[in-house]
């Protein structure tokens, strides 16, 4: 059974066209995370949220936002997609936080392609 | 900042053979998180083990095993008894305690040959 759901696999945008990537979860976890993942390159964290707490990464671009409007649910906002956007975006989840022994669960990804 | 480097891009192995995939990381931190991760083609990362730093012990689950050298910041994967199902992208990662996001390597791609 899906436990971490992103849909959908495959999101053609076109340049500066606002584009939202979606992940869903079955497991009642409190924390998700999304990472981009270009090709070749490890991935990436861009933020993540400890239940309605949003976490940023210093280095991800303001191009990229996040909402999560309850546990089972968040969003990838990207308001002007680059061509160097263009990536695999994974969602995650953990039951807290990941140095209390948990693990995270990764979703099979998002590939976005700009135009 | 912490880095993480694999340095083999790609490895092959025969099926049934042992394979060991290595990973050095940098850090100033005494105490931290080290994973190994595997991505198989088209499907989602999983984890494969995970080693604290204070452990001395090497973590073990079946038939992955790592080599965990603390002094010299190597956290090796070995594999034994390759299967064709353990084909995938493998990444090393790092965590300091209490922070919430990894740290991954560029990954190795392993391929597992009938």
Redesign the interface.
Known sequence: DAM?IQNPRYQVTQFGKPVTLSCSQTLNHN?M?WYQQKS??????LF?Y?DKDF?N?ADTPDNFQSRRPNTSFCFLDIRSPGLGDAAMY?C?TSRG???NQE??Y????TRLLVL | AQT?TQSQPEMSVQEAETVTLSCTYDTSESNY?LFWYKQPP??????VI?QEAYKQQNATENRFSVNFQKAAKSFSLKISDSQLGDTAMY?CAF????????F????TRLTVIP
């Open positions: 971490v924390v995370y070749s390159q490890a991935p990436k964290l993540h400890y976490n990464e994974l995650a936080k990941l140095g693990t995270q990764f979703g099979p990804g | 993480v998180y088209s499907r989602q990362m999983i984890l995970r990444f965590m300091r305690p209490g922070a919430n996001n990894l991954f390597g560029t990954g």
